[in-house]
């Protein structure tokens, strides 16, 4: 009885606690099942999730492949030069060894000797390999190895380079090898509409001017200067500096209608500390020059300094784009780093100096990238072109793209240049473009910088179109189409 005045029995308790646990474990049960639920849903999300990307990233990688790209910078020779075996040290498969990977070769050991040998007319295709073999190993993860291997795969159908393969490595290059060469590699091969190429000379005149546009070199013109050599074709003789000035002008009032930039390698022999100077303060010293007579180090500078400017004058005249070598040197034992660094400095430089200049800078200014990036965000007149830079780091090359997307304006990079002598390897270097192109922007997506729809958006201008903006090129192609030794 006192326990049914407190309200509730023992017994009553007891059940009520037991049912309590019963619905609190049912519950239990219940959460338990929901969180299952729950996480199998976000499983299905998840996989759903993941199908999607993939299927994202098959499109974004198709497009890119399936997009026409434009090459922005060659050394190709003309292909009857090169069906000749002309511009190339030998004729058989050991020229695909011949232009960047012969420097890694040195750099992983092999004596100068035994490159030549490699690269020899004297020596037989077949007995090559052995000449190869011991040093492959070291350098057949390189970029520039890579480039090599994927031609090789991409042209002749050979997955791994090895003493059972290069029979049929040497029966490859044979047949591709003939008329037809350039279109076969470059086109069909390649997916490239045009290359710029400079042929290291003032300009050439392309057997096909359509896809092998020209830049003009404008090395000889400011450097040294070339009199002998650059002066002949003008019919100007020259005594004094306004000669020169003739000489140079007679160049670009020739060609500067047909020619898609002009550039300048200069930077493998100096600085690029450009400064104004004035025809009178080196007139006498252009004379000395021409006399052959005694020029202090700091005297040809400001006479290269004032020819540069004077040569970068004409290019504004003419519309043309100046591009100018910044970073790496091709080829072994002579590169003073400290002057390639400081060339992102200078070259915020000369966008100061020349405001009116579309300025390029060549090759990322590799190993100094972010530096040439912050003058790409910084100046409205600097562009940079990744030509030659995915062979040299296709890592660091990802990652430069992948800056400069999120950090300067997206028209102000081209992605692709050979920068090969040997069209054959322009293949291998075109695909590892292709893909890094492709991975630095599904990365992109994928860490939530930019958007799926922003990310195949940007295919085309990084491919062809940033450099059909910049070089005008439909303008020069009719041009070149009646051009008159087209």
Known sequence: MAEEKRGVSRRDALTAMGAWSAAAAMAGDAE???QDQGKAGR???AKAAAGTHDEFL???AALVNSTPMVDTHEHLPEEDVRLRG????CDDWGVLFSHYLNSDLIAAGMPDEELARLLSREVEPAGKWKILAPYWPAVKNTGFARATRIAIRELYGIDELNVQTVRRLQAGYESLRKPGLYRRVLTEVGGIESCQVDGFGPYRESRQPQLMMQDMNVNGLHIGPDVENLAGPTGISVGELADWHTVIRWWFDKYGRYATAIKSPAAYGRGLDYQKVEAEQVEDVFRRVLEEGQVSAEERKRLGDHLFWYVVEQAVK???????????????GYMPLERVAGNPAQAAGLCRLGPDVQWVFMHIAYPYWHDLLAVAKHYRNAHIDMCWAWIIDPVASTQFLKSHLVTAPANKVFVF?????PVECIVGHARMARKGVTRALGELVDEDYISRSDALGLVEPLLRGNAHELYN???KSERLRGAPWA
């Open 417 to 421: 240049g050979g920068d090969y002598i």
């Open 43 to 45: 499983a299905v999300a």
């Open 86 to 89: 002309e511009w190339v040290p």
């Open 473 to 475: 090129l439909k303008v």
């Open 318 to 332: 003419h519309n043309l784009p100046v591009k100018l070598h910044t970073g790496y040197y091709y080829g072994n």
């Open 58 to 60: 098959r499109e974004l």
């Open 32 to 34: 338990a099942a929901g």
